[in-house]
């Protein structure tokens, strides 16, 4: 399957990348991603919530309240993540071991859909919204929907975010390669102005996806990025 928009904003950060321009300046090279341990933080996000979200659902909450200054509020939302509320999930079960119980604030927020519900609220962005998982082929899942969401029950517009947690690795077998926390925002229309072969973004994550995209389309993603929707 090939894919075929037109991209109208980008945002993307991480802990170690906190801007969009410092993480397209990193996705340029050739270096590893940079992976840091740490929360980030958005004054668009309230702060009794921001301290709720695992770090991963924090930046892809910010980054998609980011992106609307671009583009406004979007007509779908997909939420792409391999992880997801992993590591929310991993505590409750050393929860139960050691208590016999969870906390109903831990229980609500465990469900892989719990981001974009949050990002719906702070937002009032009532549109349809997808959360999803693909594996390996996460990206590729989530481009997959944002092509059916424009071409198949034609939105005008759709905001995808693609990130992920870190991840506990004394209980979970980490991928080789994998990177997190961190998120990577891109608003979409239907044309022709990007283009993707499916083998080009197969196995890529979130930075890998920029990292294509940039070496690809470089002055089309600086001319997104102006004027910068960070955080």
Known sequence: MDFSFD??????MSPALPDTVSFLSWAEGDGAFPVKEGRGKSPLVPGMLSRRLLP????AVAAMLSLER?????DAAVFASMTGETPRCVRMLRSVRDT????PAEFSGSVHNSPSGYYSMISGCHASSSSLAGGADTVIAGLSECVSELYGLGRGSVHA????NSLPGSLVNVPEGF??????????????????RDDEVAGADGPG?????????PEL???????????
């Not at 996806?209 to 389309?217: A, G, N, W």
């Not at 993603?221 to 955080?231: N, Q």
Request: hydrophobic share 45%; net charge positive.
């Open 100 to 103: 016999g119980g969870v906390s």
């Open 209 to 217: 996806l920029l990292r294509l995209l940039m070496r690809k389309y």
């Open 161 to 164: 975010v693609f990130y992920e």
């Open 70 to 74: 671009l583009a406004g509020l979007p």
């Open 56 to 59: 991963g659902d924090l930046l």
């Open 221 to 231: 993603l600086k001319e997104k990025t102006a004027g910068a929707c960070d955080a």
């Open 179 to 196: 990177h997190g926390p961190y998120a990577a925002a891109l608003s979409l229309r239907r044309g022709g102005g990007i283009r993707l």
């Open 7 to 12: 991209l109208t904003g980008i945002c993307a």
